[in-house]
């Protein structure tokens, strides 16, 4: 018997809570606390942030993973998952941070050119990957 099995999703979430905590106390306090000041609220916050968007695409890659029957496993999906989790983990992460910012044009701007960014990438990526698997035969 395994520690952790990879046929199992209880450890894909137990495994993404476990990391995340774990660079939570082992990277980002002491890197933004103490090196550099912020408030551990706030860095609570933002990988609060990273494990919740991980939890919520984690049974799309569990569901692509490479099994028995398909030892491959299912690329396609697999790739969109990841532009999807870190398209939106993005977004999440640069609307938190962005709470804070003065209320004037140049913020705004700066705050549109940041979620623009992001979803014409996270947009572009997913055509190609489409394109990508469409040529294959595997869409």
């Known amino acids: 018997?395994?520690?952790?099995?990879?046929?199992?999703?209880?450890?894909?979430?137990?495994?993404?809570?476990?990391?995340?905590?774990?660079?939570?106390?082992?990277?980002?306090?002491p890197t933004f606390h103490w090196l550099l000041g912020f408030s551990i609220v706030k860095i609570a916050a933002s990988a609060g942030i990273g494990c919740a968007v991980q939890l919520a695409v984690t049974p799309w890659f569990f569901s692509a993973r490479?099994?028995?029957?398909?030892?491959?496993?299912?690329?396609?999906?697999?790739?969109?998952?990841?532009i999807v989790w870190s398209s939106l983990s993005a977004l999440l992460f640069f609307y938190y941070i962005s709470r804070n910012w003065p209320n004037d044009v140049h913020a705004r701007q700066f705050r549109d050119i940041l979620f623009g960014t992001t979803i014409v990438f996270g947009v572009v990526?997913?055509?190609?990957?489409?394109?990508?698997?469409?040529?294959?035969?595997?869409?």
């Not at 476990?18 to 990277?27: E, I, M, N, R, Y």
Request: proline share 3%; with cysteine; charged share 10%.
């Open 125 to 139: 990526c997913l055509i190609i990957v489409g394109l990508i698997s469409r040529k294959r035969g595997r869409l």
């Open 66 to 82: 490479p099994t028995d029957q398909n030892p491959s496993g299912n690329v396609t999906q697999r790739a969109i998952a990841a």
């Open 1 to 29: 018997m395994t520690l952790l099995n990879n046929n199992r999703l209880s450890h894909w979430f137990a495994a993404a809570v476990l990391v995340w905590t774990a660079l939570l106390f082992f990277l980002f306090i």
